[in-house]
């Protein structure tokens, strides 16, 4: 047999049939006719209040952190485990990164643990929805108002994902999303920023456009346009944004496909795995929806892991383990101050995520599954 991927993106077959349209409309820079076309989607049939189409998640999240004005020796909270790009943009903007803990029963932040980590300093927390599963966002937007912090949550594997019958990323002050092909709705590399608090959204548009008001400019709201904040090039080609239109109208087809596999996974695994082999399996707690972004496995240990990985790589099957804790990175644990990390830290260690994109087809699933069982039964 082939060896399995962990990821391959799936192509919807209208994808070069929207980039031909965009090429041949004359325009193929930001704003046109398939960034509107995007826009209107996620606003329109999503229900997002406002949102702006960037070059890629880690841009939405900078653009989030000079909106909400970090300035040197703000403190922002955020998990250990998750991507660098969550600190990165608060760190270009002289931020001191909070780390709080993981759950036990989840990778994502533990609620409970945000409110001993707030001083005088801090400015915001930032949640972010590991496998489009949500953090408790009633919790953390209670803390948030209590002590006037911004909440930006990040969402960047999260699309199509609902917390209590809204959609994940329409709570936070803003939210940052990432259609980078790894994604569950893709366009090689892309993002985009929702703005739930009216007061970003002007100022959203000008520093998405290197600081000037062309956005306004186009829309006749003012009669010539120059630099008038900071700002940068945040906003994609319409290349990519035909691009991802031709995802966006197959949304309901790619997450059928995508919530099937992981139900197959899921299915094979529970009441199995976790009772016999004290495999962690997923969580989902009430409040949220499934997006089937991810299936994962946390074993017992760290050995137990690598010795799965290994074993599933001679059935030619690609799993691969997740983020590393950022506490203790080569770039932050010199410098961080707080205390252990216990649950991100085996998180680290001992979690792997199995191949799931739509074209996975049942052989190669029943291959996974009976890989995975196999190796207990040795
Ligand atoms: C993928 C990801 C990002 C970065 O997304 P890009 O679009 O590649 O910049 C940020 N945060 C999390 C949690 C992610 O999974």
Same mark, same amino acid.
């Given at each position: ?102 759950r036990?029963d989840h990778p994502g ?20 929805h590991y496998a489009g599963v949500a953090c408790d ?20 594997q999260a699309?199509?994902g609902y917390y209590e019958?809204?959609?994940i ?53 003012? &009669?010539? !346009?120059?630099?008038?904040? $900071?700002?940068? *090039?945040?906003?994609? =080609? +319409? ?20 919530k099937?596999?992981w139900e197959?996974y899921d299915?094979?695994f529970r009441?199995?795995?976790d ?5 962690q399996l997923p969580f989902i707690p009430e409040f949220t929806t499934n997006n089937a972004h991810m299936y994962y ?36 644990? &010199?410098? !961080?101050?707080?205390?252990? $990390?216990?649950? *991100?830290?085996?998180? =680290? +260690? ?29």
């Amino acid at each position: 047999m082939n060896l399995i991927p962990f990821n391959k993106p799936f192509f919807t077959g209208k994808e070069t049939t929207y980039i031909k349209e965009a090429v041949a409309s004359g325009k193929i820079s930001g704003d046109g006719i398939f960034t509107k076309k995007c826009h209107h989607f996620f606003e329109d049939q999503l229900g997002f209040k406002k949102v702006l189409l960037t070059t890629s998640c880690t841009d939405a999240l900078e653009m989030a952190a000079i909106l909400i004005d970090i300035k040197p020796g703000d403190e922002v909270i955020m998990p250990s485990y998750t991507f660098v790009s969550t600190a990165n943009a608060f760190v270009l903007r002289g931020a001191k990164i909070i780390f709080v803990d993981s759950r036990r029963d989840h990778p994502g932040l533990d609620e409970d643990k945000l409110e001993s980590l707030i001083t005088e300093r801090t400015k915001a927390i930032i949640p972010v929805h590991y496998a489009g599963v949500a953090c408790d966002m009633n919790k953390i937007m209670n803390i948030a108002a209590k002590y006037s912090l911004f909440v930006i949550e990040d969402a960047a594997q999260a699309i199509d994902g609902y917390y209590e019958d809204k959609p994940i990323g329409s709570f936070g002050h803003m939210a940052a999303f990432s259609f980078h092909e790894t994604k569950n709705i893709i366009s090689g590399e892309g993002g985009m920023l929702v703005i739930n608090d009216e007061r970003f959204v002007k100022r959203a548009e000008i520093i998405r456009e290197k600081g000037t008001n062309r956005s306004a400019f186009f829309r006749g709201e003012v &009669d010539k !346009y120059g630099w008038v904040d $900071m700002g940068s *090039s945040f906003l994609p =080609s +319409d290349i990519i944004a035909a691009f991802l239109y031709a995802q966006l109208e197959n949304l309901t087809l790619i997450q059928n496909k995508r919530k099937a596999i992981w139900e197959i996974y899921d299915d094979a695994f529970r009441g199995c795995l976790d009772i016999k082999y004290e495999v962690q399996l997923p969580f989902i707690p009430e409040f949220t929806t499934n997006n089937a972004h991810m299936y994962y496995l946390v074993f017992k240990n760290k050995k137990e892991r690598k010795a799965m990985l290994k074993h599933l790589k001679e059935k030619g099957i690609l799993a691969v383990f997740h983020y590393l804790s950022l506490h203790k990175s080569t770039f932050y644990k &010199d410098i !961080y101050e707080g205390s252990a $990390m216990k649950y *991100s830290d085996n998180y =680290s +260690d001992c979690l792997i995520r199995l191949p799931l994109f739509p074209e996975l087809d049942i052989t190669q699933q029943d291959h996974i599954i009976s890989s995975i069982k196999s190796f207990y039964a040795n």
